[in-house]
């Protein structure tokens, strides 16, 4: 029976020193997270692009999803594939960084740089592992702030992001709503479903069951959780997807081969297809960030912090909204969006809402689609011409 295997490179060491520009924190600059601890010190790595205008009015930041970072218009430096935004974001692109200045800064709790588990502890000299405080949505998005206090911007011209992302445009519009002009939620909520939730906790389960995670305490004993975090991703993978779109890409069309082997090898290309997706994610991502992340979208529920009543985070909001969902998105269904809409129209919000008939399912944001690209460069003009932007 053909095995998961891990590929032969290991990862660069992204967690303390990234390959990115980093801002550091000292002690009298801590973090507060919503679950009582402090990060002190701390870091936050980013990636810009563009030019800020003299009157730093012309800022974009771009919030990735869970299993991104902020490598969105380079070459990451793990893996050497390009961008994960690199279609919507670059020269004479929507977000054009001719005109834009756009930052992605890693969220906290996650491995490419920014403090997360994977990080050395400063009191142990260790990787934090597990004794890493939970994080939340708000938190990355405290983060953020702070990062753009140390970068001298006062505000910004938008927020965008996708999935998780979409995520923390909301906390952004939430916390924020005077340092956002602009914001645009991509395929995303205002709040994690129980079905979500659920798919997290299975992946959680794959990686914790892997005898290698060590309780979480793997970097001290030089192993790595390789199985579970490919289980943990082939499964979230699947939920990325359209049965239209598996279908049209695989079928039941056989792996190199022209009859089934009677065994448990990769027999359909579907199959094969989930097992690289695994064996890849590994190379480029940490097993506890994997925990840590999934845990913050799940407790993710904007309402909860406004008496229950959504419309109440956005009531006297100035910012402008753009929302777009796609037709095919099972895992943020249309239905989310409007939700988040009519919150906004009770708010008294500006907002717009675009729903794109794709059959690419929850990735179509990270795809090509150009009813996308329409959507945010149509709504990015607009409001630079009510901001002044040249």
Not at 227 to 233: D, F, N, Q, T
Request: aromatic letters at 10%; glycine letters at 10%.
């Amino acid at each position: 029976m053909a095995q998961l295997q891990p590929v032969a490179t290991e990862p660069l060491n992204q967690a303390d020193d990234p390959s990115s520009p980093v801002e550091r924190f000292g002690t009298d600059e801590p973090l507060p997270l919503d679950a009582g601890a402090v990060l002190a010190p701390w870091q936050i790595a980013y990636q810009s692009y563009g030019t800020l205008n003299a009157a730093r009015s012309n800022a974009v930041l771009v919030c990735h999803a869970l299993t991104g970072d902020q490598h969105v218009a380079n070459a990451h430096p793990v893996t050497g594939k390009p961008g994960w935004w690199d279609t919507l974001v670059g020269p004479d692109l929507p977000l054009d960084t001719e005109r834009y200045f756009v930052i992605c800064a890693n969220v906290v709790g996650g491995c490419m740089g920014t403090t997360g588990p994977a990080s050395t502890n400063p009191e142990t000299g260790r990787p934090w592992g597990t004794d890493f405080p939970l994080v939340t949505i708000r938190d990355m998005v405290r983060s953020q702030a702070m990062l753009l206090d140390r970068l001298g911007i006062e505000s910004l011209f938008c927020v965008i992001g996708g999935s998780m992302g979409g995520m923390q445009v909301l906390q952004w519009a939430a916390s924020y709503p005077d340092r956002v002009f602009a914001a645009m939620p991509v395929a995303t909520g205002a709040r994690h479903s129980a079905q979500n939730i659920a798919f997290h906790e299975v992946g959680r389960q794959a990686v914790m069951a892997d005898p290698d995670w060590r309780g979480g305490r793997y970097y001290e004993h030089g192993v790595r959780p390789r199985k579970g975090l490919a289980v943990a991703r082939m499964g979230g993978h699947i939920t990325y997807l359209s049965e239209t779109a598996l279908h049209r890409k695989f079928g039941r069309r056989f792996q190199d081969r022209e009859a089934p082997t009677f065994t448990f090898d990769a027999d359909f290309q579907i199959e094969s297809y989930l097992r690289h997706q695994g064996i890849t994610f590994v190379e480029r991502f940490d097993a506890n960030s994997y925990l840590y992340v999934t845990r913050a979208m799940d407790y993710f529920e904007l309402a909860a912090d406004y008496g229950g009543v959504l419309a109440e985070a956005f009531r006297g909001t100035k910012t402008r909204f753009c929302l777009i969902s796609f037709t095919s998105d099972w895992l943020f269904p249309t239905r989310d969006s409007r939700a988040t809409m009519h919150a906004l129209n009770a708010a008294g919000a500006s907002v717009g809402f675009v729903e794109i008939e794709s059959d690419k399912g929850h990735d179509a944001f990270l795809l090509d689609e150009p009813g996308m690209f329409t959507a945010v460069r149509g709504f990015l003009d607009a409001a630079a011409r009510a901001r002044g932007i040249a």
